[in-house]
């Protein structure tokens, strides 16, 4: 079964503290991953995705198909990193994505 | 505003009764989705239409139904109305018919009472 999984959701740290947002999938294909954000009265729209291997924002996802997990990391959390995120999942063949169920990191001064 | 617009923003309404929600993807954009996000299940993608033509179905309720149109809007009609279908439905574009950027809409908030 495809599934998305992020185990937090609320992650809670200072400025300035790394962060790491986990998510796990189950597929049974070669995966494409993304991690997708939603900002406080924004849309949800798409981070970065796992083939680009580019850092946005300051964030770096790397997928570990051994592990099936695609954690979303970033060194030094700022404040304006504040918002939720979704871990997702394209279905190749048919070309929708499977979200994960968010997690809300909260970036404290 | 050339990105994807939904309307109504809100929407109450009584069980049982019948609602249609209206997505316009954005300039270019032949593919169009929707997704259902509710606090316990999250967001759900329910079907996705492309140039017209149903594309793929995912969770959706059998009193759930879609369409494209020519001009490639989509309405999504959502009938015999339960309170669990409360939630913020949302519709998404993009270029084609198998991409993972996709562009969201603001959502529809539905409030069945």
């Known amino acids: 079964a495809q599934r998305v999984t992020q185990p937090e959701k609320l992650l809670s740290v200072f400025k300035g503290a790394p962060v790491e947002l986990k998510c796990n999938y189950s597929?049974?294909?070669?995966?494409?991953l993304f991690w997708y954000v939603q900002y406080s009265r924004q849309r949800l729209q798409l981070l970065l995705r796992?083939?680009s291997r580019e850092s946005i924002k300051g964030f770096t996802a790397d997928l570990n198909k051994g592990e099936t997990s695609f954690h979303l990391k970033k060194p030094f959390a700022q404040e304006e990193d504040s918002a939720m995120y979704y871990c997702?999942?394209?279905?190749?063949?048919?070309?929708?994505?499977?979200f994960g169920k968010g997690t809300k990191l909260s970036v404290k001064p | 505003d050339s990105g994807v617009t939904q309307t109504p923003k809100h929407l109450i309404t009584a069980t049982g009764q019948r609602v249609t929600l209206r997505c316009s993807p954005r300039?270019?954009?032949?593919?169009v989705y929707w997704y259902q996000q509710s606090l316990d299940q999250g967001l759900q993608f329910l079907i996705q239409?492309?140039?017209?033509?149903?594309?793929a179905k995912g969770n959706i309720l059998e009193r759930f139904s879609a369409q494209q149109f020519p001009d490639l809007h989509s309405e999504l009609n959502l009938s015999s109305l339960e309170l669990g279908d409360s939630a913020l439905y949302f519709c998404?574009?993009?270029?084609?018919?198998?991409?993972?950027?996709?562009?969201f809409g603001p959502g529809t908030r539905l409030t069945v009472t």
């Open positions: 998404a574009s993009s270029a084609t018919f198998n991409s993972y950027e996709q562009y």
């Open positions: 597929y049974s294909g070669s995966p494409e």
């Open positions: 796992h083939i």
């Open positions: 997702a999942l394209l279905v190749g063949s048919q070309g929708n994505l499977i």
């Open positions: 300039s270019g954009d032949l593919s």
């Open positions: 239409y492309y140039n017209g033509e149903e594309r």
